[in-house]
């Protein structure tokens, strides 16, 4: 019986176990940028760069038409140019760092509208550009496996600095000139992650497996090895849990994934051991000396 | 003295031909298939433009201002109706355009899918005759003084139909009775299944908006398993990495593209609505007759 509804889907259908395989590379590429999204106040830049990204996908249909390659790179390089752009003007001038990436996602949101509307076409780009999690094809499960490894890798490489700029970016300045292009590096991460979400979750909901699970550990872990363990744990969790409910009921699988997400994330608000708001109406015996 | 006949005779024309011009219906059709049918009834009296070309996709579709532009110089708006043109009430009303709206599907009892109508209608050759009438007499009611031409082209283009029609249930009479079933993209050809037999199951729903949930897709590969269903088709407005995923899954063909809401420009294989019926019925056929 509990076979029948937790397993047996998996073993009977190959698109089950793509999408599974899909959902947790997901979740390792993702989660642990989506904690370094929250713990930089950067939660929403994801929803912006989003955006970002029509542009080249655009220029990507102009040049080779209904190509996925083609406007997959496009995306990728035009998501790269505004996060770039962004962080350095942040960098170097008074402009704070979400002030100048809303603008220059505006501006890229701006010219992709104009690039589509100068080919006259209709065709939802981002519909089209971006797939579902239930048809992954081998080369976009290879993109997206690809993609999370090259994050772990660049994450494993940047760590210290990154963790550092997190909380104390001051200190950082004065010991490391790491400071800079570790950031960098992360807003590129944050780009192939983003193009990971819009391949299995869809444009709207891209960044729902970044973002939930980081906002999930965060009641459950003070420090930040421990949330990246937490976040990649409950994203892999909803992941399953949510192609599972979209299995049992008509659900969608990409809301039914976030919809997972969203409950675990209810639970931790109210049972989290860290500030969850059960623990704090009911605090444990202070230690006594 | 010759230049100046010259100069006389490129003033005439230049007076000449606006009012040619005017002389014509200006007419606009919601997307490629009515656009096709209001130019075969019209001929050369009227002037058709289509809101979305060839290769869009009706049901998501997002009017620009040039769409208000060429709806506020219109005379006459051929829509489909049964609920196709979600974005089109709005569009009108705003272009300010006094044009009359003619629903081309008007007449023909729509298929049920749930509790709305299945907008497709034009997929049944019979249906596209009652198109055909309707857009004749909203022509009519336009521009009287043409009235002859119209009826005429519309009689002529009727007896293409009704060939089309025979031409169809001919060749679904040459498929296997067991294996006139097939997947297709999206819930676009209820009528055609109704008029000529043919099943057709698919992922998405009736609309190309909706997403499909794990379940449907499991339900339809079990179906193509248990049933031995011999092909799945693509669609020309949709997304077919989830049709190339369920053939290889189930070990189904890809019968290739089946053309449902939309025709193709002139180099396609299907400009026209008769072209695309034919190269429909050519696709099933070549996939399902073994």
Redesign the interface.
């Known amino acids: 019986m509990l076979y029948d509804a937790l397993i047996a889907p998996f073993t009977e259908f190959e698109f089950m176990r793509r999408a599974l395989a899909a959902v947790v590379a997901l979740a390792l590429g993702g989660a642990p940028i989506g904690v370094f999204l929250m713990l930089r106040r950067m939660s929403l830049v994801g929803d912006a760069m989003a955006h970002a990204i029509l542009p080249g996908a655009a220029i990507g249909f102009l040049l080779s038409g209904l190509n996925l390659f083609a406007m997959t790179t496009g995306g990728l390089i035009a998501g790269f140019t505004v996060a770039i752009l962004a962080g350095v003007v942040s960098r170097t001038t008074e402009l704070k760092e979400d002030a100048s990436l809303a603008t220059f996602y505006l501006v890229s949101l701006a010219l992709g509208v104009t690039i589509v509307s100068i080919k006259g076409t209709n065709i939802d780009l981002l519909h089209v550009l971006f797939g579902n999690i239930l048809a992954m094809d081998d080369p976009t499960l290879l993109v997206i496996a690809a993609n999370a490894t090259i994050t772990l890798i660049v994450l494993a490489l940047i760590y210290r600095p990154l963790v550092i700029e997190s909380v104390d970016p001051v200190f950082l300045r004065t010991v490391s000139r790491a400071g800079a292009p570790a950031h960098l590096a992360f807003l590129a991460l944050v780009v192939i992650n983003l193009v990971n979400g819009f391949q299995t979750l869809g444009t709207l909901l891209a960044v729902g497996l970044m973002i939930l699970p980081a906002g999930i550990a965060r009641f459950w872990s003070r420090d930040i090895t421990g949330m990246i363990c937490i976040a990649v744990a409950s994203a892999v969790v909803s992941g399953y849990a949510g192609l599972v409910l979209s299995f049992q009921t008509r659900v969608p699988s990409g809301p039914a994934i976030i919809l997972v997400a969203a409950a675990l994330y209810v639970a931790s608000v109210l049972f989290g051991s860290v500030s969850g708001l059960i623990r704090q109406l009911f605090p444990g015996r202070h230690l006594e000396a | 003295m010759r230049r100046f006949q010259f100069w006389l005779a490129c003033l005439a024309l230049a007076a000449v031909s606006p009012v040619h011009a005017q002389d014509r219906l200006d007419v606009v059709a919601s997307f490629s298939i009515l656009g096709d049918f209001v130019r075969n009834v019209g001929g050369d009296r009227v002037n058709v433009t289509t809101l979305?070309?060839p290769?869009?996709?009706v049901h998501?579709?997002?009017p620009?201002p040039a769409d208000a532009k060429k709806i506020a110089d219109a005379k006459l708006v051929v829509i489909n109706g049964l609920g196709l043109e979600g974005w089109l009430p709005r569009l009108v009303q705003s272009a300010g355009s006094k044009a009359p709206i003619i629903i081309a599907a008007k007449g023909i009892t729509p298929l049920k899918i749930g509790s709305a109508a299945d907008p497709h209608a034009w997929q049944s050759v019979a249906n596209a005759k009652m198109y055909i009438a309707n857009i004749r007499d909203a022509l009519d009611a336009a521009d009287p003084a043409d009235a002859e031409v119209f009826r005429a082209n519309a009689e002529r283009y009727l007896a293409k139909l009704d060939a089309l029609d025979r031409e169809v249930r001919l060749a679904v009479a040459q498929i296997p009775e067991s294996r006139r079933k097939v997947i297709s993209t999206h819930d676009a050809f209820g009528y055609f299944a109704a008029s000529y037999g043919i099943a057709f199951i698919a992922p998405l729903g009736v609309s190309t908006e909706?997403?499909?949930?794990?379940?449907?897709?499991?339900g339809i590969?079990t179906q193509i398993r248990h049933s031995n269903i011999p092909a799945v088709f693509l669609e020309n407005v949709s997304?077919d990495?989830?049709i190339?995923?369920?053939a290889?899954?189930t070990g189904a063909r890809i019968g290739g593209t089946l053309y449902s809401d939309s025709l193709t420009d002139e180099k396609g294989d299907a400009p026209t609505y008769i072209d695309m019926v034919r190269h429909n019925i050519k696709a099933l056929t070549s996939a399902l007759a073994n």
């Open positions: 979305v070309g290769n869009g996709d998501v579709y997002t620009a909706s997403e499909a949930s794990a379940r449907d897709i499991a590969i997304d990495r989830l190339r995923r369920i290889a899954e």
